[in-house]
């Protein structure tokens, strides 16, 4: 994965990351996210996309579960 790929992947998930109330939410739903993006960036950019949605759901966790929800409020998940 370029350097580029991977700072777009990083910004998509940091703005996607925290949807939902709790911090389980956060991360459930920063890592559904994350991994979609890391695979589409994967495979557009001729990568693995395994890798690419392991590195971004796992960057999409972290982030959903380090965010706060006063710092970002997409509202609730679908799941609730």
């Known amino acids: 994965m370029t350097r580029t790929s991977f ?11 925290a ?3 709790s911090t389980t939410d956060r991360a459930l739903s920063g890592g559904g996210i994350g991994a979609g993006v890391g695979a589409g960036t ?3 950019t001729g990568g693995n996309v395994l890798g690419g ?16 929800e006063s710092d970002i409020d997409l509202g609730k998940p679908l799941w609730k």
């Open 53 to 68: 949605a392991a590195i971004g759901g796992a960057a999409g966790a972290a982030g959903g579960a380090l965010t706060d």
């Open 42 to 44: 994967a495979a557009v």
């Open 7 to 17: 700072a777009v992947l990083l910004a998509a998930t940091a703005l996607l990351a």
């Open 19 to 21: 949807c939902g109330s």
